[in-house]
């Protein structure tokens, strides 16, 4: 009856993408539920990226729809849906080299900051830095900092919006294991001070398995399975598409 209590964040039916002949989305339903950990996993190729496209708004569907708290968001802007919460990064980060770590952060947030004023925009950039550990580094070059740190500055640009959604592509590769764990805690931190809901599409099984509250498994662009950690990983389709395999990316 309460549909403040059942409306998902966001969901998606039968969200469909065709590049030409090749069907890299098809017919996915799902949902992001309030202040959870949502993984979205898959073999390369499973349409992972896709999916975060078109939720993103980057990408328009062939066919399907998209809502964001009900409200229907299908064939919306990035900007537009960007302004009802959902902030995403990209798969290769998109840092500003040449600049130090507070301007790519006062850059990188503007377009979604536009109409808060210039002393509060620079609250969020301490405010971002700090929640990711940046703060020693504010003054460095981006492009000087190790590859770890290069990931935290765009997940901090994203944080910087203050997202409802905050929707991460493969953040974790190419971390060592002390990176791993580290950023492991921000998105653990975000969650819990923030209340705001992760989409992490990842490949470190191992980094999914610890830290979703639930999976869905892609697999030739459908859904082949969704449910809790444990669920998944005694999924026998998943374990023989995906999880048994050894998988590069
Ligand atoms: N812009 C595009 N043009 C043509 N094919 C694409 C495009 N983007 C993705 N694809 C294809 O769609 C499928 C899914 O890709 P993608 O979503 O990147 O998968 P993943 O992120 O799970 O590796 C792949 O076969 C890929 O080649
Ligand atoms: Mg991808």
Redesign the pocket.
């Known amino acids: 009856m309460n549909r403040q209590v059942t409306t998902p964040l966001l969901n998606t039916e039968g969200l469909t993408?065709r590049?030409?002949g090749?069907?890299?989305?098809s017919n996915l339903s799902f949902e992001i539920r309030a202040n959870e950990i949502l993984g979205l996993i898959?073999?390369?190729?499973?349409?992972?990226?896709?999916?975060?496209?078109l939720i993103s708004g980057f990408?328009k569907p062939s066919a399907g729809r998209l809502f964001i708290d009900g409200h229907d968001m299908t064939n919306k802007s990035s900007i537009q849906i960007s302004r009802k919460g959902l902030v995403r990064t990209f798969?290769h980060g998109s840092l500003m080299r040449s600049m130090n770590v507070h301007d790519n952060l006062l850059i990188g947030a503007m377009g979604a900051l536009k109409g808060v004023q210039r002393h509060a925009r620079e609250a969020r950039v301490q405010e971002a830095a700090n929640m990711l550990g940046l703060r020693p580094y504010l003054h460095e070059t981006a492009g000087n900092l190790p590859h770890g740190l290069q990931r935290l500055v765009s997940i901090a640009i994203a944080f910087a919006v203050h997202p409802r959604i905050l929707c991460l592509?493969e953040p974790l590769t190419g971390l060592n294991q002390t990176e791993v764990v580290a950023t492991l805690e921000v998105f653990r931190r975000i969650r819990a001070q923030h209340g705001c809901a992760i989409l992490l599409?990842e490949h470190n099984m191992k980094a999914v398995m610890q830290i979703c509250d639930r999976i869905v498994v892609?697999h030739h662009?459908q859904m082949l399975a969704t449910g809790t950690p444990s669920e998944i990983r005694q999924n026998t389709q998943v374990v023989s598409a995906y999880l048994g395999t050894r998988h590069e990316?």
Do not use: E, I, M
């Not at 090749?22 to 989305?25: D, G, T």
């Not at 898959?42 to 975060?52: E, L, R, V, W």
């Open positions: 993408r590049y030409g090749l069907v890299a989305v898959g073999p390369n190729g499973a349409g992972k990226s896709t999916t975060f496209n990408v798969q592509d599409v892609l662009g990316h």
